[in-house]
Nanobody, 125 residues
Framework: QLQLVESGGGLVQPGGSLRLSCAASGDRLDSYAIGWFRQAPGKEREGVASISSSAGGTNYRDSVKGRFTISRDNAKNTAYLQMNSLNPEDTAVYYC??????????????????WGQGTQVTVAS
């Protein structure tokens, strides 16, 4: 069974950067598409970015395009979300998710089978 563990969250000032990591265990990540989601207090969970199993395709929420970059290193069984130019509206718990599909780039709100426990990102001065 695939297990996912996020790390890299924290407190950052507006305009700052963070890189979130999603480490997988229990299976090879190269057979899974990956998605990053976030949920702010009082709001529904929203898809932020997705990447296909081979990293051949990526998809981003409009509000993070040009600021966030999703990537993966299948050799390390890890996915990443590089977040630049952060603003207070990016404050949320961030989750990574995985689904056993290859050759397909999932839409942002895809129903992933496996989820991490989340990592808090707080953007404040």
């Amino acid at each position: 069974q695939l297990q996912l563990v996020e790390s890299g969250g924290g407190l950052v000032q507006p305009g700052g950067s963070l890189r979130l990591s999603c480490a997988a265990s229990g299976d090879r990540l190269d057979s899974y598409a990956i998605g990053w989601f976030r949920q702010a207090p009082g709001k529904e969970r929203e898809g932020v970015a997705s990447i296909s199993s081979s990293a051949g395709g990526t998809n981003y929420r409009d509000s993070v395009k040009g600021r966030f970059t999703i990537s993966r290193d299948n050799a390390k069984n890890t996915a990443y979300l590089q977040m630049n130019s952060l603003n207070p509206e990016d404050t949320a718990v961030y989750y990574c998710a995985a689904h056993p599909i290859t050759g397909i780039l999932p839409p942002l709100q895809y129903s992933y089978a496996y989820w991490g426990q989340g990592t808090q990102v707080t953007v404040a001065s």
